[in-house]
């Protein structure tokens, strides 16, 4: 039935409707909506989880498979750009929950004005949509592919959606958390259970090694769209981004303090590296395993490989095991987009809605904002049905949340950083991304005498693209700029608005402290001063406390060995 085994089919329905009713239960006392979008009460290991499970999901192991059918071992760099980010996650946790926000909009507002927050509400909304519908197309291509065709890819997205919407709408973020700790250990295993059964049959790496001839795809960064310039580029634009993503105020500020934060988002993400080794090496073990069944490597369905290896070896484990795997995908999924669709709904209700309706019960926001995720969700599965590739999904998403990102830091750094500075820097982003996939600006950068010698075009099959990483440098440095120069020629933020946001940024959470309203400091809470690097020019870069500095320094030691590591597998 529906291409799977008796046995396969009832551990898929059992877990999927325990997750459903977990949530449902674990939310059911949500009454406000600071408790139902923002809870401050987790420890560690929960952050854990919920930043490995809201940054994990089954459309990442598809694109890695899918990059990797493409490009080869250099494929792993579509999940691995936010490699170089990770030891940065350890200062940027700590800074969002000394916010005190609800939403990362109540932030924009705090250091420019309601209208940037409104206009980071908009863009937040679009980012999610589209970030919705990248992991429900993931999961229509994982279905497919595991049921043989039995199931459809609208179908399969479609009932995705309708899981997590009922337990994500009942329960709020709290849910979301509690959820995504179950969900992030199914993921953990099923994202290595295929690899030691596609090694096997492939002779290990050894035999991958023999029957790959072609030396590029086995090459972390090989001639080709995924070089190092590309790498380098991709991995300025997530850090820029990754602020300026919703959820990550969840991820960052729902822990008892900037501590759990801090494990949480880095020690979070570094697990999710694993598992991104785990796909790859899965994928090109499959494609040599294809090779050695007589298969092209033309013959391969990119998006569909992952899913088709685990139909094809999972049975061979034990009955059930294919209901399993498929039950923990799509478990990092709805992992994911409920996290997601709260993040959402507390934009459009927080930062949108609530301003406009202030004389609202909260009985009132709460529906609005079940409503909202709705209505979001709506607009993910639609892109999800339109995109024709979960790559082709993840570079749009890809360039959404930097456009507002570049506001977020220069706003940070710099005191004279202003309201028209923030606009100018989004809309300039977003119209030079626009420009620079217009035919006939590509005809004309196309004929320019370096353009052979940079490398600034790009073949996307018989049609001319600017080559990514400089398109990249194109909207990121015009956005920068334009934020700079009208800001210089625009009226400054008021000294007071500016000191608030300042003193949030530099008093630390204390585990007494009782929040009476987002983005202010309590009553019983001093400003605390911090000794700064660099004044000069208006600039704001305070010198790093020393947990901020053994903490960095041990995320990038993970980071090289995780590198390094994985180069000695290919050795």
């Known amino acids: 039935m529906f291409g799977l085994q008796a046995t396969d089919l009832v551990f898929l329905i059992v877990y999927l409707l325990a997750t459903a009713i977990l949530g449902i239960w674990v939310g059911k006392g949500a009454k406000a909506t600071s408790e139902f979008f923002m809870p401050r009460r987790f420890g560690k290991l929960m952050m854990i989880m919920n930043a490995f499970g809201t940054g994990t999901a089954s459309d990442q192991a598809v694109t890695v498979a899918s990059g990797t059918a493409r490009s080869g071992l250099s494929g792993i760099w579509y999940q691995w750009l936010w490699l170089f980010v990770t030891p940065f996650y350890w200062l940027i946790a700590p800074l969002f929950r000394r916010f005190r926000a609800v939403t990362t909009a109540d932030v924009y507002e705090l250091r420019f004005d309601r209208s940037v927050a409104g206009l980071f509400a908009v863009v937040g909304m679009a980012s999610l949509a589209v970030k919705t519908g990248l992991l429900l197309k993931g999961t229509g291509a994982l279905v497919v592919a595991c049921t043989g065709g039995a199931v459809p890819a609208n179908a399969a997205i479609a009932m995705t959606a309708l899981l997590f919407l009922v337990y994500g709408t009942a329960g709020g973020l709290s849910s979301a958390i509690v959820t995504d700790f179950v969900q992030g250990l199914l993921t953990l295993v099923f994202s290595f259970l295929i690899l030691p059964f596609v090694l096997r049959e492939v002779g290990g790496l050894a035999g991958v090694r023999e029957t790959i001839q072609d030396p590029a795809m086995l090459s972390m960064v090989a001639p080709g769209k995924i070089s190092l310039f590309f790498v380098i580029m991709m991995a300025i634009q997530a850090l820029v981004g990754i602020v300026a993503q919703p959820f990550i105020m969840g991820v960052a500020g729902a822990g008892k303090t900037e501590m759990e934060g801090r494990v949480g988002m880095m020690f979070g993400n570094v697990v999710k590296r694993f598992c991104t080794m785990a796909w790859s090496v899965t994928a090109i073990a499959g494609i040599a395993w294809y090779i050695q069944q007589g298969t092209p490597r033309s013959d391969i369905v990119p998006d569909q490989l992952y899913g088709n290896l685990a139909q094809t070896f999972l049975p061979q484990m034990l009955p059930g095991a294919l209901g399993l795997f498929l039950a923990g995908m799509l478990a990092a999924i709805m992992s994911s987009c409920d996290a997601y669709m709260l993040s959402s709904a507390a934009l459009f209700t927080q930062n949108i809605y609530r301003p406009l309706r202030a004389d609202k019960v909260?009985?009132?926001?709460?529906?609005?904002?079940?409503?909202?995720?709705?209505?979001?969700?709506?607009?993910?599965?639609?892109?999800?049905?339109?995109?024709?590739?979960?790559?082709?999904?993840?570079?749009?998403?890809?360039?959404?949340?930097?456009?507002?990102?570049?506001?977020?830091?220069?706003?940070?750094?710099?005191?004279?950083?202003?309201?028209?500075?923030?606009?100018?820097?989004?809309?300039?982003?977003?119209?030079?991304?626009?420009?620079?996939?217009?035919?006939?600006?590509?005809?004309?950068?196309?004929?320019?005498?370096?353009?052979?010698?940079?490398?600034?075009?790009?073949?996307?099959?018989?049609?001319?693209?600017?080559?990514?990483?400089?398109?990249?440098?194109?909207?990121?440095?015009?956005?920068?700029?334009?934020?700079?120069?009208?800001?210089?020629?625009?009226?400054?933020?008021?000294?007071?608005?500016?000191?608030?946001?300042?003193?949030?940024?530099?008093?630390?959470?204390?585990?007494?402290?009782?929040?009476?309203?987002?983005?202010?400091?309590?009553?019983?809470?001093?400003?605390?001063?911090?000794?700064?690097?660099?004044?000069?020019?208006?600039?704001?870069?305070?010198?790093?406390?020393?947990?901020?500095?053994?903490?960095?320094?041990?995320?990038?030691?993970?980071?090289?060995?995780?590198?390094?590591?994985?180069?000695?597998?290919?050795?």
């Open 362 to 571: 909260e009985s009132h926001y709460l529906l609005v904002g079940r409503i909202t995720g709705v209505v979001i969700v709506g607009f993910g599965i639609a892109f999800a049905f339109w995109v024709p590739s979960v790559i082709k999904a993840l570079e749009i998403w890809f360039m959404i949340a930097p456009m507002m990102g570049i506001a977020f830091w220069i706003g940070l750094l710099w005191r004279r950083m202003t309201v028209s500075g923030a606009w100018a820097s989004t809309l300039t982003g977003f119209a030079s991304w626009f420009l620079t996939t217009q035919p006939a600006v590509i005809g004309v950068i196309s004929r320019l005498p370096f353009a052979e010698a940079l490398k600034l075009i790009w073949m996307e099959g018989n049609k001319q693209t600017l080559y990514l990483p400089w398109q990249i440098a194109v909207y990121m440095g015009a956005a920068a700029s334009a934020s700079v120069i009208v800001s210089l020629f625009t009226r400054p933020v008021v000294e007071e608005k500016l000191q608030r946001f300042y003193d949030l940024t530099r008093t630390p959470i204390q585990e007494t402290e009782e929040l009476q309203k987002p983005c202010h400091l309590p009553a019983n809470v001093t400003p605390q001063c911090r000794k700064m690097l660099v004044t000069t020019l208006g600039l704001e870069i305070p010198a790093p406390s020393a947990t901020s500095m053994w903490g960095f320094a041990v995320g990038w030691t993970i980071v090289i060995a995780i590198i390094l590591g994985f180069a000695w597998i290919w050795l």
